[in-house]
């Protein structure tokens, strides 16, 4: 399997973010990154495709904001790393808001992604990677691996959030579908819904999107992810989403995967792309499945008994000590 990583995707390290009602560690540390690639036999640097493909995805005004909101937030005078503190939630509209923190609120869903220094080189490299392993199936592979980090299935068109930047399962699906490799089906298979995902997909029909997560009414993102949430207009019916409960083991899990690779295969995908989260693992600080190690080669093995050419990208994962293992044992379940 061709795997790819920059070490650039390191660089973003924010040092604490709102949990729970009160500042905590930020999970989503630079080790998580380094931990996964020491496991890979082989890594490959990701070509640079610029920005058009990641503007496939996101708006214009967002990407300006992604990229300029660190040097704003310094030159405001400001220390530490930068975080919204709020939101617009009635009458979003895209108002010329001069002052960084109206415009960090009005581009994010949450108080738990910070921006600082490095954000942005670290997620256009990641999206870079998610490019590389789409152009690794055009090229014929069968299988690609990208190493994304930080994670991308909470960031939306306009928006960041759940430590997601920019939302590199999408920007791959799209680049897919430029590539002719469409029909093109997303499987999400986080502990977390990808809200991001959905959002973006939510109305179009040329890509479908399969999720299988924490249920919604008890764990984030909360507001999306309900198993009522099908699609909309030309995109109704390409939306799966299949919540489950906490303390779901493999037996459970096992049972949905079946009916989203059911799904994947009616809808006619030709290609897909797996947003890869090893937080279902029953030791994650930060979810509440019991998946062990070696349920994560099983799910492999069933994903790609779907003869599908597949670009894998990876999501979350936060049980840092456990980590390298479990994406292993899931890219071991593939075989080309």
């Not at 930080?150 to 930047?165: E, K, R, T």
Request: proline share 6%.
């Amino acid at each position: 399997m061709r795997c790819f990583f920059d070490e650039r995707q390191l660089g973003h390290a924010p040092t604490r973010e709102f949990h729970n009602g009160g500042w905590t560690d930020h999970a989503e540390i630079p080790a998580r990154g380094a931990t996964i690639a020491a496991t890979l036999p082989a890594i490959e640097p990701p070509a640079d495709h610029g920005t058009a493909p990641i503007a496939a995805v996101h708006t214009a005004r967002y990407l300006d904001f992604l990229q300029n909101a660190w040097a704003d937030w310094t030159a405001a005078g400001r220390v530490g790393d930068a975080i919204g503190y709020v939101f617009p939630v009635v009458r979003r509209r895209p108002l010329d808001l001069t002052r960084i923190d109206a415009r960090l609120g009005a581009f994010s869903m949450d108080a738990s992604t910070p921006i600082t220094a490095h954000s942005w080189d670290a997620a256009y490299w990641g999206a870079q990677c998610a490019l590389s392993a789409v152009d690794a199936l055009a090229q014929g592979a069968r299988h690609g691996f990208a190493l994304c980090r930080p994670p991308g299935h909470h960031a939306g068109a306009d928006y960041l959030g759940g430590y997601c930047f920019l939302n590199n399962a999408a920007i791959a699906a799209r680049h897919a579908v430029a590539q002719g490799l469409g029909p093109v089906a997303i499987l999400d298979v986080d502990y977390h819904h990808g809200n991001g995902t959905q959002d973006i997909f939510l109305d179009d029909p040329t890509v479908f999107f399969a999720s299988i997560h924490a249920d919604p009414k008890t764990d984030y993102p909360f507001y999306w992810g309900h198993a009522d949430e099908t699609g909309e207009g030309a995109g109704a019916g390409t939306t799966l989403n299949l919540p489950l409960p906490r303390g779901t083991d493999w037996t459970t899990y096992a049972s949905a995967l079946d009916t989203a690779l059911a799904a994947i295969r009616a809808w006619g995908a030709r290609t897909l792309i797996v947003s890869f989260g090893a937080d279902t693992f029953a030791g994650d600080p930060i979810a509440g499945f019991a998946l062990q190690t070696a349920d994560f080669t099983t799910m492999a093995q069933a994903i790609a008994a779907a003869g599908l050419p597949t670009a894998i990208v990876m999501e979350g994962g936060y049980a840092v000590d456990a980590l390298g293992a479990n994406v292993a044992a899931f890219l071991a379940g593939f075989t080309d």
